[in-house]
């Protein structure tokens, strides 16, 4: 009778161990650095070359050099 409630016993603390180490638990919140406010009209909008090819045009041949 002992060995039976030694290992129902056993038995329980394990499932409720796994069972609490799979409980969602709340993480902190993220701390970012203050940077400030950001720069007024400094952003390269427009200034990379995406979308600048001509449209409808084949690229020029791609030559082999050796």
Do not use: C, E, H
Request: no cysteine; glycine share 10%; proline share 17%.
């Amino acid at each position: 009778m002992k060995k039976i409630v030694f290992v129902v016993g056993a038995t329980l603390a394990l499932v409720t161990v796994a069972n609490a180490a799979d409980l969602p638990r709340r993480q902190p919140v993220p701390v970012y650095p203050q940077q400030g406010p950001a720069p007024i009209g400094k952003m390269p909008i427009g200034k990379s070359p995406v979308g600048k090819a001509p449209i409808g045009k084949a690229p020029g041949p791609v030559a082999a050099r050796y």
